[in-house]
């Protein structure tokens, strides 16, 4: 397996790039047989597959695994314009066919942010 790039490079053309937010199936971390469709950043391309960590609405101030979870902040993949965060501590492997569709940019620091959150914790 070869080492992923961690390189921004977002093109709204069909394809899941590092930089945008896209949805796919992410499994629950409780049970991995059952799981919903939800909004990801991509963090890299690794051959066939993406490295995406998840999305979610929900403030994580009150869980135990608070410090996992960074606010991203706003952004065109949620039409409600409602405060994202991401679970940097949880990256995810999926094949680039597997990505139901994309949804929006980042902007590179928020990217960059992201990135280095993840390498922080050791993730990717």
Do not use: C
Not at 78 to 89: A, E
Not at 108 to 124: I, K
């Amino acid at each position: 397996m070869s080492e992923p790039a961690f390189r921004y490079d977002p093109d709204l053309d069909g394809d899941a790039d590092p930089g945008e937010v896209v949805w796919t199936w992410v499994p629950y971390e409780e049970d991995a047989s059952q799981g919903k469709d939800r909004p990801t950043v991509v963090i890299a391309r690794d051959g066939d597959e993406v490295l995406l960590v998840p999305l979610s609405s929900r403030s994580h101030e009150d869980r135990p695994d608070r410090d996992d979870w960074i606010e991203l902040g706003s952004g065109a993949w949620d039409r409600d314009g409602r405060r994202s965060h991401v679970d940097v501590s949880r990256v995810l492997r999926v094949r680039a066919d597997a990505i139901r569709r994309e949804g929006a940019v980042l902007e590179q620091d928020r990217f960059e942010a992201v990135v280095a959150a993840v390498r922080a914790r050791g993730g990717g």
